[in-house]
T-cell receptor
Framework: AQSVTQLGSHVSVSEGALVLLRCNYS??????LFWYVQYPNQGLQLLLK??????LVKGINGFEAEFKKSETSFHLTKPSAHMSDAAEYFC??????????????FGQGTILTVHP | NAGVTQTPKFQVLKTGQSMTLQCAQD?????MSWYRQDPGMGLRLIHY???????DQGEVPNGYNVSRSTTEDFPLRLLSAAPSQTSVYFC????????????FGPGTRLTVL
């Protein structure tokens, strides 16, 4: 079985500051990892995904994440926050291959607030 | 190309009532799934389908039924609504379900009184 822990249910940054959202996973087999963003009253939208290729993954809107197997982490970063980044962010994991199909396991979510 | 659509957007039920949440996708995706979202708990998988005629249970299937008679549609049925089923429900689809991106619908906000 796999699980995801997002450290910090709320993160607040100033506009222009570094964004760091933390995600640690637990998986008995090599995982695929995803970050999704949810804007208010909308569905989830994929930001980026790691599927065992490059460990540094670049996504949309200037976000990137690095897969660190030794730390079982997949933290999301953005060098300079913008007001439009305010949203809830979810880290998710699924087991690579096998019959797990698209069964994602989500973290609890982190609400990002950006102050002017 | 509408993507994943869900109806209704909002619904209020009384305890014991039944209803069906509709989900449709026009991307010819094989894999579809239903999640519920509750504060502080992320999204939890209710049921999923890997193709027409094939469904299986997810993490929290009790109180819900699904069927998949066509590739496009994947309705979720609440058999006898309970206050614990108050939640936001999301339908998602993907081409194959492995590394492919899951596309989410806009959600249905359900309140059970």
């Amino acid at each position: 079985a796999q699980s995801v822990t997002q450290l910090g249910s709320h993160v607040s940054v100033s506009e222009g500051a570094l964004v760091l959202l933390r995600c640690n996973y637990s998986s008995s087999v090599p995982p695929y990892l995803f970050w999704y963003v949810q804007y208010p009253n909308q569905g989830l939208q994929l930001l980026l995904k790691y599927t065992s290729a490059a460990t540094l993954v670049k996504g949309i809107n200037g976000f990137e994440a690095e897969f660190k197997k030794s730390e079982t982490s997949f933290h999301l970063t953005k060098p300079s926050a913008h007001m439009s980044d305010a949203a809830e962010y979810f880290c998710a994991v699924k087991r690579a291959g096998g019959t797990s199909y698209g069964k994602l396991t989500f973290g609890q979510g982190t609400i990002l607030t950006v102050h002017p | 190309n509408a993507g994943v659509t869900q109806t209704p957007k909002f619904q209020v039920l009384k305890t014991g009532q039944s209803m069906t949440l509709q989900c449709a996708q026009d991307m010819n995706h094989e894999y579809m799934s239903w999640y519920r979202q509750d504060p502080g708990m992320g999204l939890r998988l209710i049921h999923y389908s890997v193709g027409a005629g094939i469904t299986d249970q997810g993490e929290v299937p009790n109180g819900y039924n699904v069927s998949r008679s066509t590739t496009e549609d994947f309705p979720l049925r609440l058999l006898s609504a309970a206050p614990s089923q108050t939640s936001v429900y999301f339908c998602a689809s993907s081409e194959s379900g492995n590394t492919d991106t899951q596309y989410f619908g806009p959600g249905t906000r359900l309140t059970v009184l």
